[in-house]
Nanobody, 125 residues
Framework: QVQLVESGGGLVQAGGSLRLSCAAS????????MGWFRQAPGKAREFVAG????????YYAEFLKDRFTISRDNAKNTVYLQMNSLRPEDTAVYSC??????????????????WGQGTQVTVSS
């Protein structure tokens, strides 16, 4: 089992940047595919980005248009989400998730086994 704790959220103006971190407990972090999801008020949770076990493979939601970058540091048991050119519509609770099967590209939250509590990102216009 793995426990996930997100950090780095906050309030930022449109056009600004934030870097989210997700720290994982345990010694098997590198065996998990990792993903970032977000949920805005009144909306369903949606996939943002995923990364494979080694960090050599990534997958992004099409709506991002290259604004976000996912990465991981297995030595630090941490996955990151660099968010640039933020827009008010990016406002949401962002959560990281871990997949025991190594899934990172399906985009479906049912493929992920463990979830963090989320961190709030608010983008003002």
């Amino acid at each position: 089992q793995v426990q996930l704790v997100e950090s780095g959220g906050g309030l930022v103006q449109a056009g600004g940047s934030l870097r989210l971190s997700c720290a994982a407990s345990g010694r098997t972090f590198s065996s998990y595919g990792m993903g970032w999801f977000r949920q805005a008020p009144g909306k369903a949770r949606e996939f943002v980005a995923g990364i494979n076990r080694s960090g050599g493979g990534t997958y992004y939601a099409e709506f991002l248009k290259d604004r976000f970058t996912i990465s991981r540091d297995n030595a630090k048991n941490t996955v990151y989400l660099q968010m640039n050119s933020l827009r008010p519509e990016d406002t949401a609770v962002y959560s990281c998730a871990a997949s025991r099967l190594g899934t990172y590209y399906s985009g479906q939250d049912s493929q992920f086994d463990y979830w963090g509590q989320g961190t709030q990102v608010t983008v003002s216009s």
